[in-house]
């Protein structure tokens, strides 16, 4: 059974007891196309600490996807480099039609953990929201109701228990 994906979110996000009790068993999974996991070769030149930050960002979104949006440093057809000046001349830059990630070797204002948590974000399949890590041109790591619904809209995550305070 098929339901929109705003029918889906306001199921998902239901809080009322009638909201749970009428809300579908896991209508998302089922509208969301097939995915390939997302795994990277890392650019050799980052260190073991850098390779750890790098990680360290990926088990987050690897924590709160699914399995077909997980993110892998082992072996994969999308790379990881370290460069001196990004193409789009920001801290970093993803490009997901060429499987590419982009990171400045000096990022300005913000770590690498930062940066590449972002943008593994792009690689998931997120576009920027107006809070939290997938803000534009904005350092943070908060992943805010935002960040969760636009996860949900790019078929890389479920929100299947949020609490009722977080509307
Ligand atoms: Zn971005």
């Known amino acids: 059974m098929k339901f929109a994906p705003a029918l889906a979110i306001v199921a998902a996000?239901?809080?009322?007891?009638?909201?749970r009790a009428t809300a579908p068993a896991a209508p998302i999974v089922d509208a969301a196309p097939p995915r390939v996991p997302v795994?990277?070769?890392?650019?050799?030149?980052?260190?073991?600490?850098?390779?750890?930050?790098?990680?360290?960002?990926a088990l987050i979104w690897n924590d709160l996807t699914l399995p077909a949006s997980r993110i892998s440093l082992e072996g994969g057809d999308?790379?990881?480099y370290?460069?001196?000046?990004?193409?789009?001349?920001?801290?970093?830059f993803c490009s997901?039609?060429?499987?590419?990630?982009?990171?400045?070797s000096e990022p300005v204002g913000a770590s690498l953990f930062e940066v590449a948590?972002?943008?593994?974000?792009?690689?998931v399949g997120l576009e920027h929201t107006t809070t939290g890590?997938?803000?534009?041109?904005?350092?943070?790591?908060?992943?805010?109701?935002?960040?969760?619904?636009?996860?949900?809209?790019a078929g890389a995550c479920l929100i299947p228990n949020l609490p009722c305070d977080i509307r």
């Open 13 to 19: 996000i239901g809080c009322s007891d009638d909201a």
């Open 117 to 123: 948590l972002h943008e593994f974000g792009h690689a």
């Open 39 to 57: 795994s990277f070769r890392v650019d050799p030149s980052f260190s073991d600490a850098d390779r750890g930050e790098i990680a360290r960002a």
């Open 96 to 104: 997901p039609p060429e499987r590419l990630i982009e990171i400045d």
């Open 82 to 92: 370290r460069v001196d000046v990004t193409r789009g001349g920001f801290n970093g």
């Open 78 to 80: 999308w790379r990881l």
């Open 133 to 153: 890590v997938m803000m534009a041109r904005t350092v943070s790591t908060d992943f805010t109701f935002d960040v969760f619904l636009e996860c949900q809209r």
